[in-house]
C-alpha cells in the first residue's frame, strides 16, 4: 500500500502540501536544502542516502538521482533480483516513516538501524511466505468473520486486554485503521485519537460485557465501573466515537499485540510501522472486501 501511494505521489510531502496551499514551503523538512518529492524524500535526501549506504550496492548502483519515485522503482525492479526489490519497498517505507517521526516526534533512528530492521521484516516476510508455500496450502480461503474496515472518513481502533492471573500481568492492544485498511499505528492509548485528532472513531472490542457496559447509560456498578465512567469521558471529547462489538476472529491484531504485551514479547511503546508480531494479520486483513 505504502509502494502504490508513494508511486501515484499521495504522500503528504511537503511539496504536495505546498501545492495544495497547506503549507508556506515545499522544501525538505530534514535537509532544508531542497523540494520534498517523494523521490526525494525516500532516494535523494542525504538522509535517506545514509540509509541506502548501509544497504546492497548493486541497489544503489541501479538508480540515478533526480527522479520521482515510480521511475526509481521502474528501475529497481527491471535491474534487481525480487528480493532485493522487497527491500527496496520495505527500506523506502521505513525511511518515510522516520522521517514522519522527525517531524512529529523529533526522534531521528540510525540509518544502519533502519537498514537493519528493513532486513529482519523481509526475513520474516519471506519465511511466512516459504511457510505457505512447503506445507503446500492453497491460498487459505476466506475466514467466515473478517476484519471490516470502517467508513470512508473514520478511523476503526481495534482494542483487546489479555490477562495472566497467575503472574499478575495484563497487556492491552490497539492498533488503528482508516477505510482503506491502512495501518495507522498499534498503541496502548485511546488518547492517541485526541492527539492524532482523530474525531470520527470507531472503537471496536471483542469483550462484550465492556461494549454494553460503555454504551449504556446507566451508571456502571461493577468492580470496573470507574474505567468504563472514565472511557465514556474520553469519548465524550471525540465528537463522533462510537463504541462496538465484534468477534474474536475480526479483533485477531489487537488481541495479538495484547498478548504481546502480557507476555512481554513487545515493549509499552507506541508504533507508526507494524510490529513484527501482528505483521501477518494486517496484511490479511488488508485484503477486504470479505464476505
Ligand atoms: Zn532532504
Redesign the pocket.
Known amino acids: 500500500m505504502f509502494l502504490w501511494r508513494a508511486c501515484h505521489n499521495l504522500l503528504p510531502t511537503k511539496a504536495n502540501l505546498f501545492r495544495r496551499g497547506i503549507c508556506d514551503n515545499n522544501l525538505?523538512p530534514?535537509?532544508q536544502?531542497?523540494e520534498?518529492t517523494v523521490g526525494?524524500a525516500c532516494w535523494d535526501?542525504?538522509?535517506a542516502n545514509d540509509v541506502w549506504g548501509e544497504g546492497s550496492i548493486k541497489l544503489q548502483k541501479c538508480v540515478s538521482g533526480g527522479r520521482e519515485f515510480m521511475e526509481i522503482f521502474q528501475m529497481v525492479k527491471n535491474r534487481c533480483e525480487m528480493a532485493e526489490v522487497e527491500l527496496f519497498a520495505i527500506t523506502a517505507r521505513r525511511i518515510w516513516i522516520r522521517r514522519n517521526e522527525y517531524i512529529h516526534e523529533g526522534s531521528f533512528t540510525h540509518p544502519s538501524h533502519i537498514m537493519r530492521e528493513a532486513n529482519n521484516a523481509l526475513a520474516y516476510f519471506q519465511k511466512i511466505n516459504d511457510k505457505t508455500v512447503q506445507q503446500g496450502r492453497p491460498a487459505p480461503k476466506p475466514e467466515r468473520i473478517k476484519w471490516q474496515p470502517p467508513p470512508q472518513g473514520r478511523v476503526k481502533i481495534n482494542w483487546d486486554a489479555a490477562v495472566d492471573g497467575n503472574n499478575k500481568s495484563i497487556g492491552l492492544g490497539i492498533i488503528a485503521r482508516n477505510d482503506k485498511g491502512w495501518f495507522l499505528a498499534a498503541l496502548y492509548a485511546v488518547t492517541f485519537c485526541r492527539e492524532e485528532g482523530y474525531r470520527s472513531t470507531i472503537f471496536e472490542g471483542d469483550a462484550l460485557q465492556v461494549v454494553n457496559d460503555v454504551n449504556s447509560t446507566n451508571q456502571c456498578q461493577s468492580m470496573h465501573g470507574h474505567l468504563i465512567e472514565d472511557i465514556k469521558v474520553a469519548l465524550q471529547a471525540l465528537n463522533q466515537a462510537c463504541f462496538t462489538h465484534a468477534k474474536r476472529e475480526a479483533n485477531a491484531a489487537a488481541h495479538a499485540l495484547a498478548v504481546g504485551a502480557r507476555n512481554h514479547v513487545i515493549d509499552t511503546m507506541r508504533w507508526s510501522s507494524i510490529p513484527s508480531c501482528i505483521y501477518g494479520i494486517v496484511r490479511r486483513e488488508e485484503s477486504f472486501p470479505s464476505s
Open positions: 525538505c530534514i535537509c536544502r531542497e520534498e526525494h535526501c542525504p538522509a
